[in-house]
Nanobody
Framework: QVQLVESGGGQVQPGGSLRLSCAAS??????????MAWYRQAPGKERELVAS??????NYQDSVKDRFTISRDNAKNIVHLQMNSLKAEDTAVYFC??????????????WGQGTQVTVSS
């Protein structure tokens, strides 16, 4: 049973910062992680990829480049998303996503429950 626990969401004023964290675990088992990522979904919009990290390589949606930073604590299976200079349009539910390699060599994808980020004055 894989669990993703997200934290760090909340309400901030435009220009403020938040740091999201997501910890992946599976009853003490060692996880073979292919990728970790953050997605977000605003009301009336499709879920979109915000940032991902794969073997140390990071990728960002254009709208968050130079403002957000994704990082990973490999030992603890935690992915962070540092969000700076937040804008109203960043308001959304942010979801953690983890892709895990299976013993058979396949990839399974898991989602967190989502954490609300609200940017308003």
């Amino acid at each position: 049973q894989v669990q993703l626990v997200e934290s760090g969401g909340g309400q901030v004023q435009p220009g403020g910062s938040l740091r999201l964290s997501c910890a992946a675990s599976a009853s003490g088992m060692v996880l073979s992680i292919k990728a970790m990522a953050w997605y977000r979904q605003a009301p009336g919009k499709e879920r979109e990829l915000v940032a991902s990290i794969i073997r140390g390589t990071t990728n960002y949606q254009d709208s968050v480049k130079d403002r957000f930073t994704i990082s990973r604590d490999n030992a603890k299976n935690i992915v962070h998303l540092q969000m700076n200079s937040l804008k109203a349009e960043d308001t959304a539910v942010y979801f953690c996503n983890v892709e895990l390699w299976t013993v058979r060599g396949d990839v399974n994808s898991y989602w967190g429950q989502g954490t609300q980020v609200t940017v308003s004055s």
